[in-house]
């Protein structure tokens, strides 16, 4: 399984960004996806998941109501909305992929490589 996550950039507070995150490889130990995120000096946070049938999401209470997780199961891709972000988005974002549904970084089993989210004042 291999993911490369893409999309981030330097955006200003109130912006939208959407990440995408292309996978291949995937199998039923990968029908849960999510996306974590990094601040400097900060350890890595969950920021979204979602079931391979989109039935179920979650969000981490930071992130409700502004982020938007959804996955293309056809194109093998999942995306993460970010919309108001605010300038403490600015972070790291990676994409993960495993076969528990969890929010602890640790029981995912595939990771992206990250992509870079700066948000200014």
């Known amino acids: 399984v291999q993911l490369q996550a893409s999309g981030g950039g330097l955006v200003q507070a109130g912006d939208s960004l959407r990440l995408s995150c292309a996978a291949s490889?995937?199998?039923?130990?990968?029908?849960?996806m999510g996306w974590f995120r990094q601040a400097p000096g900060k350890e890595r946070e969950f920021v979204a998941a979602?079931?391979?049938?989109?039935?179920?999401?979650d969000y981490a209470d930071s992130v409700k109501g502004r982020f938007t997780i959804s996955r293309d199961n056809a194109k093998n891709t999942v995306y993460l909305q970010m919309n108001s972000l605010k300038i403490e988005d600015t972070a790291v974002y990676y994409c993960?992929?495993?076969?528990?549904?969890?929010?602890?970084?640790?029981?995912?089993?595939?990771w992206g490589q990250g992509t870079l989210v700066t948000v200014s004042s």
């Open positions: 993960a992929a495993g076969g528990i549904w969890t929010r602890v970084a640790a029981r995912y089993s595939y």
């Open positions: 490889g995937l199998t039923f130990r990968t029908d849960f």
């Open positions: 979602v079931t391979r049938s989109e039935v179920t999401r």
